[in-house]
């Protein structure tokens, strides 16, 4: 079908305001793609639904197919980007019933929104349609709870009372004369914003001027379906201009684009002080932690040990698998190490194959070298990576303060001379022995 646009029908007053969201469109781009996530992709999304509203608005105003279909189309684009940002903010998203409840709310609103726009005097389509609001949501937790065996998360469990709210007003409102239909209208879009302020609350519980800008522009943006329908009602005279009642999306926006930005701030400050592969505290973070470790061993009177710990024949591992393989072994290396000490202990990835453990008090010589025990049997443990068996050695240098040591460069020169000792007395082979093949990542045997 084809339609002929009449220019002369056209709404030219939404023209400011899908340029303004054009260009806020394209400054949330051009942020969210310095740290793409799968949230600022939904954003993205959203935003691009929130412009094709504007754009669709433009000419609401045509007669015939044209109006009804852009009419249809600008309501439905409004809601299905509330929808795409409420859904951002489920921390369970990638699950199957997350998906279907995703599924679920943009099927239903369409639904409902097409049907009061082409057939609004379609009474039992609509008191339908209407049940499904509450129901399907509903319905879809409980199935995920008999599925999982446990309560809902709030956040499930907050949308289901939303949709059970808009399902009992459409009922009663509805068929209201002479505005039913967009009391119904407001109410849809009310509910969506709305979850888009809790959802948003509930994922950036943060006192940042990006997370309560954000939350109080989605509360602002739901409350523009309340308060018009209020002020038409009962102030008639008052006439407020359409660029405020869009203000709230503008204020949403902004604070979107300061989480983005806070975001990678702190990203970027993580990566500043933490190892980007195995994401343990890099040389840097390890510094800082060893000189505090030794002020508090001097203000306590006790010990503190470091262990300095060298993966054994760890570039063979690079050079006959790939370096591929050699990365995720030095993330289970990592875990392993993580696993076997106190949270209050301190473990770092200070070089390629070298790692650091910093053990507090209480601790002693015999502790710290039951530890390095430990450390060096479960590494000879082999592991299978990529359908590859891998078996990798270390060897570990146990400094202490203050016996070994007082300052932590010292303590490091310490840990390393005695590293390379047993290194030399342990693993050194000569040069007509080889190196059993066990040190060697072998093919694994596949059925």
């Not at 203050?402 to 030399?424: C, G, H, Q, W």
Request: contains cysteine; glycine residues 6%; charged residues 15%.
């Amino acid at each position: 079908m084809a339609f002929k646009v009449d220019l002369s029908v056209m709404d030219w007053t939404k023209l400011p305001d899908l340029g303004a969201v054009a260009l806020l469109l394209c400054a949330f781009g051009s942020v969210a793609h310095r740290g793409q996530t799968s949230v600022s992709r939904l954003w993205l999304i959203g935003w691009a639904m929130i412009a094709l509203h504007f754009a669709a608005s433009m000419f609401e105003n045509a007669a015939g197919a044209l109006g009804t279909l852009t009419s249809m189309i600008s309501v439905d684009a409004l809601v299905w980007g509330g929808i795409l940002f409420m859904w951002a903010c489920v921390p369970y998203r990638n699950r199957s019933s997350s998906r279907w409840m995703l599924v679920s709310l943009l099927g239903t609103n369409t639904l409902y929104l097409g049907l009061l726009t082409i057939c609004p005097k379609a009474v039992w389509a609509l008191v339908a349609a209407a049940v499904f609001y509450g129901a399907l949501p509903l319905m879809l937790t409980l199935l995920s709870l008999l599925a999982l065996h446990r309560f809902g998360h709030p956040l499930r469990w907050a949308l289901v009372a939303l949709y059970a709210g808009l399902s009992v007003f459409l009922l009663a409102f509805q068929q209201r004369v002479p505005n039913g239909g967009d009391l119904a209208i407001n109410a849809v879009i009310f509910t969506v914003y709305f979850g888009c302020c809790i959802h948003f609350w509930y994922a950036y519980r943060r006192a940042t001027t990006g997370a309560l800008i954000t939350i109080a522009g989605f509360f602002a943006w739901a409350a523009v379906f309340v308060v018009g329908p209020l002020m038409e009602a009962y102030m008639p005279t008052l006439h407020v201009q359409d660029e405020v009642w869009n203000l709230p999306k503008y204020v949403v926006a902004v604070g979107m684009i300061l989480l983005l930005l806070e975001d990678q701030i702190e990203h970027n400050k993580y990566l500043a002080l933490h190892d980007e592969l195995t994401g343990l505290p890099n040389r840097r973070l390890f510094q800082d932690r060893m000189a505090s470790a030794l002020e508090r061993a001097r203000r306590n009177r006790s010990h503190t040990a470091l262990l300095l710990i060298d993966l054994d024949h760890f570039k063979r591992v690079n050079d006959t698998v790939g370096h591929h393989v050699g990365d995720m072994l030095l993330k289970h290396v990592s875990n392993v190490f993580l696993g076997r000490v106190r949270h209050s202990d301190t473990v770092a990835r200070t070089g390629g194959d070298e790692f650091c453990v910093i053990l507090e008090e209480p601790t002693s010589r015999e502790a710290a070298e039951h530890v390095g025990d430990a450390l060096i049997q479960m590494l000879k443990e082999p592991v299978e990576l990529e359908h590859h068996t891998v078996t990798v050695g270390a060897s570990v240098g146990i400094a202490m303060f203050p016996d070994d040591a007082d300052t932590a460069e010292s303590l490091r020169i310490a840990a390393d001379r005695n590293m390379y000792v047993e290194k030399n007395t342990t693993h050194r082979k000569g040069p007509d022995r080889p190196v059993p093949s066990s040190l060697y990542p072998t093919e694994r045997t596949r059925s």
